[in-house]
């Protein structure tokens, strides 16, 4: 757990007037990029605590790590039809507008990925830098529809010992390298503790979102809103177990973008915890390497 004095928290309301909520670390005045986390899904703030922390104190960036709608301490909507990328997109340049932010790194998860690339078609000058998480143009289907798998029904345990023992039980086969610290961490990170035992923290009608989806046909690609973003320093880290990012669609996205970076995470599947082995020193180091060569041009 976390203590208080790490972060602060931070609350704006959407363009619509829902309140949204943002933890806030590092230095306000720092002259380095400010670095925005994005995280998936369902997954709020707290999954990227130990990246934020690391990236903080190393280098002394500002870290805003953004809870989405209907997501751990922000509201949730009563319009379902609002749960959507674009929506999304906007909310975070409305938190950015109210913290005095016009660009920063940004770091996606899964989810967050898909909504930097919306940032990208619609405000491009907001982008620095470019961290992938597990995420690129073209989502698979399947891995898709077995997230929604293991969403449907989300697993109610009462106890942190009965919450890691079924995320083992979904996730287990595809994140062998976990530690038993790593799958607390997790937990920690997915679940609130209510009176009736431990809840995930995020809007349960969020699954409905997903209620149309058909494994057999391919969902639309995002190749223009990739190629777009093409001028910006980027790094796609990959699960090798992942089932949403392909090897192929990893080796067209270095194609397209030759000057992207890319670390394969053995042992991890959808999505690499950004906080384990060395991953939290190459996105430090590429995030430097990025505004040094920046500052050249």
């Given at each position: ?142 891995g898709l529809a ?92 990959r699960g090798a ?57």
């Amino acid at each position: 757990m976390p203590n208080d004095h790490d972060f602060s928290d931070f609350f704006y309301a959407a363009p619509d007037g829902l309140e949204l909520h943002a933890r806030i670390y590092g230095e306000a005045n720092s002259a380095l990029w400010p670095v925005v986390c994005l995280p998936g899904l369902t997954r709020n703030c707290r999954d990227f605590h130990e990246l934020a922390l690391h990236l903080s104190m190393r280098t002394k960036r500002k870290i805003v790590v953004f809870d989405y709608r209907g997501r751990g301490q922000s509201a949730y909507d009563p319009d379902i039809s609002h749960y959507n990328v674009g929506v999304e997109a906007s909310d975070i340049l409305a938190g950015l507008a109210t913290l005095g932010i016009d660009n920063a790194a940004f770091i996606g998860t899964s989810r967050g990925g898909l909504i930097i690339h919306m940032l990208g078609a619609i405000r491009p000058a907001a982008l620095k830098a470019i961290v992938f998480n597990d995420i690129g143009p073209v989502i698979e289907s399947t891995g898709l529809a077995h997230i929604r798998s293991y969403l449907d029904p989300s697993p109610q345990p009462k106890t942190c010992t009965e919450a890691v023992s079924a995320q083992r039980r979904a996730h287990g086969d595809d994140f062998p390298a976990l530690t038993e610290t790593d799958w607390q961490r997790m937990v920690w990170a997915l679940y609130r503790e209510t009176a009736a035992g431990l809840m995930p923290d995020f809007d349960p009608k969020l699954v409905d979102t997903l209620a149309g989806l058909d494994p057999a046909k391919p969902l639309p690609d995002l190749w223009p809103q990739f190629e777009a973003l093409a001028a910006i320093p980027m790094l796609a880290i990959r699960g090798a177990n992942s089932k949403l990012l392909s090897i192929e669609t990893l080796e067209q996205m270095r194609k397209r973008h030759p000057g992207m970076e890319a670390i394969t995470v053995e042992g991890q599947g959808h999505a690499p915890f950004l906080e384990t082995g060395s991953l939290s020193g190459s996105i430090a180091a590429f995030l430097d390497r990025a505004e040094r060569q920046s500052k050249l041009k």
